[in-house]
């Protein structure tokens, strides 16, 4: 039985779902592109080899194991991108969330059968059809359940905005011990510079008071400014336009102390550890190609209280 247990992004970890990239499906068909950097990717002829993939995540496992976390992966689908587990659910306390992916992704949700077979009886959340949401969009810090969302009339035609304003509302509901707070992320189809995929392309809190923060994906500047009011302004970093895109602020807490981050980030682990972190530097220069690093790549289940 697995033990479901997730109030922070940051305590201890105990036990996580890794995605995997075996028999990924290689190149997709431009028409099956999701994102706007595999996009760029599959044009310039540089997406990413499978083989790759399977060993940029599989150092980062050996980095999860390092300290004693249970790592477990999705079963195997051929022809099947099951790299970002983070988008497929996600945990809150100690509910299971499954979220409501885009159609061409719904595959991915078979690969959990056997992990769901292992949680408590009832522990499983399935939203309403009409609530949109993808476990990157969704962070959990102290009080708050912090939501990226879009609210713009071309919705429908966005095929980068994955979580809407019906996950606010049902997530409160769900959760009324929390306080839930959406905030409006900048999309584009076609330019990964405009583009916050999810929340945690432009946002992430480390250890127990940091954070790293790129302003220009947040639409509305009084959303931006609480959400900086959370933390002192020392304790922020703060990324350009060009490491929002190379995908900085999704790197992955195993601990309050320690955080797995990508040896391209030199600006970034400079600080880091300059802030008293230890940080665990894995390649992840193949994987950030999909528009995704270390958070997109995971879906912790339980984190020591």
Not at 114 to 122: E, N, R, W
Not at 179 to 186: D, H, N, P, S
Not at 247 to 267: C, E, G, Q
């Amino acid at each position: 039985m697995i033990h479901l247990n997730l109030h922070d992004e940051t305590a201890p970890l105990e036990q996580v779902i890794l995605g995997i990239a075996q028999q990924f499906g290689g190149a997709p068909p431009l028409e099956e592109v999701y994102d706007p950097k595999s996009r760029k990717h599959l044009l310039s002829n540089t997406y990413p080899q499978e083989a790759d993939l399977i060993r940029e995540l599989d150092a980062f496992a050996q980095v999860l194991e390092k300290y004693q976390v249970t790592v477990l992966r999705p079963t195997n689908i051929p022809d099947c991108n099951q790299i970002y587990a983070r988008d497929i659910g996600f945990v809150i306390e100690n509910t299971f969330v499954e979220s409501n992916i885009l159609p061409l992704r719904a595959q991915e949700l078979q690969a959990l059968e056997s992990i769901y077979d292992q949680l408590p009886k009832g522990s499983v959340l399935t939203l309403p059809e009409a609530v949109h949401v993808e476990g990157g969009d969704v962070m959990l810090h102290e009080k708050y359940i912090l939501v990226g969302i879009c609210t713009r009339d071309d919705y429908p035609e966005l095929i980068t905005a994955r979580t809407n304003p019906q996950a606010v509302a049902a997530l409160q509901a769900n959760f009324p011990q929390k306080k839930v707070i959406g905030l409006e992320m900048k999309k584009s189809n076609t330019n990964p510079f405009e583009n916050a995929l999810h929340l945690d392309c432009a946002f992430q809190p480390v250890g127990k008071n940091h954070a790293i923060i790129h302003r220009a994906s947040f639409v509305h500047p009084d959303e931006l400014a609480w959400l900086t009011g959370l933390f002192k302004a020392e304790n922020i970093f703060y990324i350009t336009d060009q490491e929002m895109y190379d995908m900085m602020s999704n790197v992955f807490s195993i601990s309050p102390t320690v955080v797995v981050s990508d040896p391209y980030f030199t600006r970034l682990n400079t600080w880091l550890r300059t802030q008293g972190f230890t940080v665990e530097e894995v390649s992840f220069r193949e994987i950030a190609k999909q528009e995704g690093l270390f958070r997109c790549t995971t879906l912790p289940l339980s984190r020591r209280s």
